[in-house]
């Protein structure tokens, strides 16, 4: 199983990025796909994550209204739509996937992860 992440960069706060997971390596139509950040210090914690089949979405409370999930079956890619970004969205994001059919916000969970990929929110 592969997970490449890519679409961070460097964006002024009130900005727009998109992230996208491109996922390989096996079926996922039963898998929980996850987005992760790590910001320098700090634990791993949950941003946002789409049940595969379905696309049930769930997000982290501070990123809810401005943050979107999504899917594309037919490109096997995840996407995380971010707007309205801050500064305290600075992190390194991960995408994960998780094969348990309950949806967990904890990383240890995540069977497999993309290799990150570095969003900086300049005020």
């Known amino acids: 199983v592969q997970l490449q992440a890519s679409g961070g960069g460097l964006v002024q706060a009130g900005g727009s990025l998109r992230l996208s997971c491109a996922a390989s390596g096996r079926t996922f139509g039963s898998y929980i796909m996850g987005w992760f950040r790590q910001a320098p210090g700090k634990e791993r914690e949950f941003v946002a994550a789409?049940?595969?089949?379905?696309?049930?979405?769930y997000y982290a409370d501070s990123v809810k209204g401005r943050f979107t999930i999504s899917r594309d079956n037919a490109k096997n890619t995840v996407y995380l739509q971010m707007n309205s970004l801050k500064p305290e969205d600075t992190a390194v994001y991960y995408c994960?996937?998780?094969?348990?059919?309950?949806?967990?916000?904890?990383?240890?969970?995540?069977?497999?992860w993309g290799q990150g990929t570095l969003v900086t929110v300049s005020s």
């Open positions: 994960a996937a998780d094969s348990v059919f309950a949806v967990s916000r904890w990383y240890p969970d995540y069977d497999y």
């Open positions: 789409i049940r595969w089949s379905g696309g049930s979405t």
